[in-house]
Nanobody, 129 residues
């Protein structure tokens, strides 16, 4: 099993920045690609970003492209989501997820709205106007 714990959420004003962290523990050697997802009140969970094991390949949802940056530090078993120019519509619970498959497998799961293998409990981000 792999445990994922998100941190860094909070309340900010529109235009501010925030960095989320996701610490992985357990059988971390069994996972490769990781990603961030979010769920706004009354809406379905949606993908935000994904990254391969080496960090050289990244995916972003159109709604965050150019504003958010996903990165990872494998030595610390941690994935980050740097969120810049935040908007009220970014308000959501942000979840970290990890998958036993590779990066392209994760992209396929995202495209088909399939669940990744491991999930954190989420961290709330609130952006006020």
């Amino acid at each position: 099993q792999v445990q994922l714990v998100e941190s860094g959420g909070g309340w900010v004003q529109a235009g501010d920045s925030l960095r989320l962290s996701c610490a992985a523990s357990g059988r971390t050697f069994s996972v490769s690609a990781m990603g961030w997802f979010r769920q706004a009140p009354g809406k379905e969970r949606e993908s935000v970003a994904a990254i391969n094991w080496g960090g050289g390949y990244t995916y972003y949802a159109d709604s965050v492209k150019g504003r958010f940056i996903i990165s990872r530090d494998n030595a610390k078993n941690t994935v980050y989501l740097q969120m810049n120019s935040l908007k009220p519509e970014d308000t959501a619970v942000y979840y970290c997820a990890a998958d036993k498959g590779n990066y392209y497998s994760v992209l396929e799961k995202i495209a088909n709205h399939c669940e990744l293998d491991y999930w954190g409990k989420g961290t709330l981000v609130t952006v006020s106007s």
